[in-house]
């Protein structure tokens, strides 16, 4: 698991600090690396070494501050494709260890969480508890303990002191974005901190984390191909989560050593979660990276955190299925796909460039429905990353920084944003299947399920 730190920087300044260090050291980095190159020294060889140190210069201080600066990390760590190829290697290896091997926090500061929460001592709750964390994440860690009548549980507790050290991240935002942009697209890091900004804080309430996780059981208990751990919910409190342990391989080692058969399989399982859970029950799982997910041994897919939800009304869940509806039947064009854009996106009034725009990249967003099978790959995820970066100079070009990129509906471009990281998820499965049918079969329990245009549900 690696050295373990003593406790999280909490304050605006000690945190504002950790920040600036670590912008100075990229900045020095940068123009000693420019420097380099006026010498004379080879560009490509100077380039991997200072993409190398800056990606083990973020691992360190991101994972250092947890937080919203770890939780930033952990999402560009999917967004790789928006990167340059040439250096895509050292930041997917950099930031993808904060997913699993950041540094923990010392036991005995989780313990007193635990034990001032729950009201009782460690060893009053569980028969046992092992005191090297399962885990260490944003917001804090999970270890494996033994309930006194012998089931196997998950113990997720949060550092303490994290909600104080998120607000004053939300203080420090600007400085962190400029230190991210020295060796990252600019516009990829402003929009990734403002996706997280308005939730990370809810992150911080266990107690909203396990409505959430509740409400997923309550949708998915039974499902043969799907896990949600039950919760234990006389151990469950504002800074401490109790559920059910599952074990299984990481989505990294499936997508090393599993089968195309098996990785299909799994692929068709996550898209099913993911698309089903919106549909049907207006949920979303916002947080998608690859370390909330296992694979036990039973064939089934675990579905491990539940702390970043956004919810849709019926009204938004119709509309949405209407766009996709237009786009399948190749529809991008007529007036009432466009009042139908006007009103998911809170369009301002394009131009037909703009529109062009707008149909190429819903017809990307769409081709895993639009023919069958459909195979995710990294092709795939970096198309939708060109058609993301034409779309933000578009944007720039034309001074309509409101339009595509910017919705006016809430939390819808926080949708579309991690709809392109579980896209990612699925890249790396490399996973195949008849996504058209699986959407199909979704689409008619839900239409019988949402409310029509007037309010009534379809008989």
């Known amino acids: 698991m690696g050295e373990e730190q003593r406790k999280i920087p909490r304050g605006r300044v000690a945190r504002l ?16 690396a ?30 250092r501050m947890k937080g919203l600066p770890m939780k930033a990390g ?111 697209p600019s516009f990829e890091v402003e ?15 266990y107690g909203c ?23 234990v919910p006389e151990l469950c409190s504002e800074r401490v989560l109790v559920s059910e342990l599952v074990t299984g391989r990481t989505l990294q080692r499936v997508a090393a050593e599993a089968s195309a058969e098996d990785r299909n399989r799994y692929g068709q399982i996550l898209y099913r979660f993911v698309f089903r859970s919106l549909y049907l029950h207006g949920m979303f799982n916002a947080d998608p990276h690859p370390g909330n997910y296992l694979f036990p041994a039973d064939g089934r897919v675990a579905f491990l955190d539940f702390g970043c939800v956004q919810r849709f009304s019926p ?49 990307a967003v769409y081709a895993p429905v639009l023919s069958a099978p459909f195979r995710f790959d990294r092709a795939y995820t970096e198309r939708l990353a060109d058609l993301s970066l034409r779309g933000a100079f578009l944007g720039a070009r034309k001074a309509l920084r409101k339009g595509v990129r910017e919705a006016r509906t809430p939390g819808l471009v926080f949708l579309t944003r991690i709809t392109y990281g579980f896209t990612s998820v699925l890249a790396q499965l490399e996973a195949e299947g008849d996504f058209a049918a699986i959407t199909r079969a979704i689409d008619e329990e839900a239409l019988a399920r949402l409310p029509d245009g007037e309010g009534r549900t379809p008989s």
Request: contains cysteine; hydrophobic residues 45%; proline residues 5%.
């Open 191 to 205: 929009r990734t901190l403002a996706d997280i900004r308005d939730r990370v804080l809810e992150e911080c309430d």
């Open 315 to 363: 009204a938004a869940v119709r509309r949405f299925l209407r766009v996709r509806q237009h786009v399948v039947a190749g529809d991008c064009e007529s007036p009432a796909f466009r009042e139908l854009a006007r009103e998911v996106w809170g369009l301002p009034e394009l131009d037909e460039e703009e529109w062009g725009y707008l149909a190429d990249y819903l017809r």
């Open 34 to 63: 420019a420097g380099r190159v006026a010498l004379g020294n080879e560009r490509r060889e100077v380039a991997d070494r200072f993409h190398r140190d800056a990606a083990r210069a973020l691992f360190e201080t991101l994972g």
């Open 17 to 32: 600090t950790q920040v600036a260090r670590l912008g100075a050291r990229l900045g020095r980095d940068l123009v000693g």
């Open 209 to 231: 984390e396990r409505c959430n996780q509740e409400e997923f059981l309550a949708a998915w208990r039974g499902d043969p191909e799907v896990l949600v751990p039950e919760l």
């Open 74 to 184: 952990q999402m560009l760590s999917y967004l790789d494709d928006y990167l340059p190829a040439e250096v895509r290697a050292a930041y997917r290896e950099g930031l993808e260890a904060l997913q699993t091997r950041a540094a923990p926090v010392r036991w005995s500061a989780l313990r007193a969480v635990i034990e001032e929460d729950l009201g009782a001592s460690v060893e009053e709750l569980f028969a046992e508890i092992d005191p090297e964390p399962l885990a260490a994440a944003s917001i804090g860690q999970v270890y494996r303990a033994r309930l006194p009548d012998g089931r196997p549980v998950a113990v997720k507790v949060q550092y303490p002191g994290i909600a104080e050290a998120v607000r004053s991240d939300l203080e420090n935002v600007q400085l962190l974005r400029n230190a991210l942009a020295l060796v990252l």
